[in-house]
């Protein structure tokens, strides 16, 4: 689900690959936040981790994916499948990402929060934030179409859970209230559930 960038679980000894990773993010967080996503490029932030911009690309893709890779939409998929069939597609979908959500192993939200933020504040990071955001629709429109759901009230659920998510998501990064994350991801759903 290419909604909010998130934290991935950490091994308990980052091997490393992990260490890797971990330095050109740092590296890109901090250059990001100094100069700017845009006028930040790929081979400033490898030279900055102390890396080839070979390994930079091994590791991400592209400079985007620094911000929005997310690789939880098979732990998504999932617990929308565990929700009771007999629910309204849209209440399967959220109560599914909530439950997946409530699950995640984040420890650290200070992070998500920063990547967010730039994500908020970039406007040339939104087709990839859609594109993620599309993927991640895809798959729980998908499941619950597999479940029974009607194809469009399914694609519609799926849509409405993300825009959902984004929003509410992208406000929490760019207000800085002191929220919690899991209380800017459980407002938005209760805002969906409550419609």
């Not at 207000?175 to 938005?188: F, Q, T, W």
């Amino acid at each position: 689900m290419s909604t909010p960038p998130t934290v991935s679980p950490k091994p308990a000894r980052p091997g490393k690959v992990e260490q890797t990773r971990a330095r050109i993010l740092a590296a890109a967080m901090d250059l990001f936040t100094r100069a700017g996503y845009d006028k930040t490029t790929v081979a400033q932030i490898a030279a900055a981790a102390g890396v080839t911009e070979m390994t930079f690309y091994r590791h991400f893709g592209s400079k985007d994916q620094l911000l929005v890779d997310d690789p939880y939409d098979p732990l998504i998929v999932a617990a929308i499948a565990a929700q009771p069939r007999t629910l309204p597609p849209l209440h399967r979908a959220a109560r599914g990402v909530r439950s997946a959500w409530r699950n995640l192993p984040i420890t650290d939200e200070e992070p998500v929060r920063e990547r967010l933020a730039i994500v908020a504040a970039t406007p040339s990071l939104m087709p990839a934030v859609r594109g993620g955001t599309a993927a991640t629709e895809t798959a729980i429109a998908d499941q619950l179409t597999r479940d029974g759901a009607d194809a469009t009230d399914a694609a519609v659920a799926a849509a409405a859970v993300m825009a959902a998510l984004m929003t509410g998501l992208l406000r929490w990064a760019s207000v800085g209230d002191g929220a919690r994350l899991s209380a800017a991801i459980e407002r938005s759903l209760d805002v969906l559930e409550s419609a």
